[in-house]
Nanobody, 123 residues
Framework: QVDMVESGGGLVQAGGSLRLSCAAS????????MGWFRQAPGKEREFVAA???????YYDESVEGRFTISRDDAKNTVYLQMNSLKPRDTAVYSC?????????????????WGQGTQVTVSS
């Protein structure tokens, strides 16, 4: 069993920044890719960013250049630094541990999920 706990969400004005954290349990954290996804009210869950076991990163074009994903394997933690936030970034953000060492944008490739943290960006 792998437990994932997100933190760092909140309310921020447009143009502001937030840093999300996701702490994972288990000894195998460093062996797998990690991803961030988000779901806005009334919309399907969508891919945001992912990082491979080796640290390669991949972003959805909607956040490219504004968001940065990183990982600290010594702390079993993955981060999502979000800058220049926009109202359309408002969503529940969830982290997930992948089943592979490489990143994908398919949520079906991530078997373990956190409960999510709310990010609200006001205009």
């Amino acid at each position: 069993q792998v437990d994932m706990v997100e933190s760092g969400g909140g309310l921020v004005q447009a143009g502001g920044s937030l840093r999300l954290s996701c702490a994972a349990s288990g000894r195998t954290f460093s062996a797998y890719a990690m991803g961030w996804f988000r779901q806005a009210p009334g919309k399907e869950r969508e891919f945001v960013a992912a990082i491979s076991r080796s640290g390669d990163t991949y972003y959805d074009e909607s956040v490219e250049g504004r968001f940065t994903i990183s990982r600290d394997d010594a702390k079993n933690t993955v981060y999502l630094q979000m800058n220049s936030l926009k109202p359309r970034d408002t969503a529940v953000y969830s982290c997930a541990r992948g089943r592979y060492t490489y990143y994908t944008r398919n949520s079906g490739d991530y078997p373990y999920w956190g409960q999510g943290t709310q990010v609200t960006v006001s205009s």
